[in-house]
């Protein structure tokens, strides 16, 4: 058999994984920035281990030449989202991409496993440009709540030290655990709307407490160091009363202030460069 260049073959993989989970981050910080929900919690990915393929090829007698076509998952992102609706949204959002194309979909949540195992997996082409050139890699997109997901990981530990047989007690547990995953995301979803609320809300007062601090900063070259700590004391006492309609009244009225002072200052500075004149 000829020699496998296993860390050569793995390359373009390493790199599709890398690039995916960088745009899907920035996917949700695009999101964040305009201040709209994103249905990405977040994302990790890793690539398979050889160990891991080795096996995969053994269970499914696939050849050593057929292993990019067979094994799909070599590349693996994982996207974890808060509610069962926010996973069709991300599987929307990446239907839509034209950096990757969909070739297949296994949805595990509508048609759960056997084994209890909740996910929506997508199985997308995705070019890498590697120093020989333009590779087409398949990648894995595993889609799934942050509930799917702690059943799946604590499942896939035990697979791991039982070798596969989970003795049926443990079996019987985690059929259980299937289970009260479904309602506690069903539970969730009925709040969902309560939930999204709070969390921009909060997000929201974060973005003007940054906006007004970075306001009042340059304050300092605009007025004097009395007039700034009044402003800022005030901002203080607008931030103890834990009023959202209050605080962004302040931030809208320091902005204006701030206006005033720098057409003020551009007036002055003018002033003196006709002085100079
Ligand atoms: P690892 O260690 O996560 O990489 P198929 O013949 O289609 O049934 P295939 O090709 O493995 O089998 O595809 P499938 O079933 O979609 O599984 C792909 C991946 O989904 C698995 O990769 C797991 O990550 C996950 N998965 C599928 N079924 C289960 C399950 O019952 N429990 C858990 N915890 N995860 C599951 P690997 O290579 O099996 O494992």
């Not at 791991?160 to 655990?177: D, H």
């Not at 709040?191 to 003007?208: F, G, T």
């Not at 004097?224 to 931030?239: A, L, N, P």
Request: one cysteine or more.
């Amino acid at each position: 058999m000829d020699i496998i260049l296993w860390h050569r073959i793995l390359e373009p993989y390493e790199m599709a994984v890398d690039e995916l989970i960088l745009k899907f981050r920035h996917m949700k910080e695009e999101y964040e920035r305009c201040g709209r929900y994103c249905p990405i919690e977040h994302v990790t990915g890793r690539v398979k281990s050889i160990s891991s393929i080795l096996d995969k090829m053994q269970k499914k007698n696939i050849p050593m030449e057929r292993m990019e076509q067979d094994i799909e998952d070599i590349a693996g992102i994982r996207i974890i989202c808060q509610f069962v609706e926010d996973i069709e949204r991300v599987a929307n959002m990446i239907s839509r991409r034209t950096d990757m194309e969909v070739r297949e979909i296994k949805d595990y949540v509508r048609n759960q496993k056997e084994s209890g195992y909740r996910s929506y997996h997508m199985i997308v082409d995705y070019e890498v440009n590697t120093i020989d050139g333009p590779k087409k890699v398949q990648a894995e997109i595993q889609i799934r709540t942050m509930a799917m997901d702690f059943w799946a990981t604590t499942e896939h530990s035990l697979q791991y030290k039982y070798q596969g047989k989970i003795p049926e007690r443990v079996g019987a547990r985690l059929s259980n655990a299937a289970n009260a995953i479904i309602s506690l995301d069903s539970e969730m979803s009925a709040v969902r709307d309560e939930i999204m609320d709070a969390q921009l809300s909060s997000k929201m007062k974060y973005s003007l407490v940054e906006d007004i601090v970075s306001t009042i900063e340059n304050m300092y070259s605009l007025t004097t160091t009395r007039e700034v700590e009044k402003i800022q004391d005030e901002f203080y006492r607008v931030y103890q009363q834990d009023d959202m309609e209050e605080l962004i009244r302040y931030h809208d009225q320091l902005d204006l202030i701030a206006q005033a002072y720098k057409a003020q200052s551009n007036r002055q500075g003018e002033g003196i460069k006709k002085s100079e004149d």
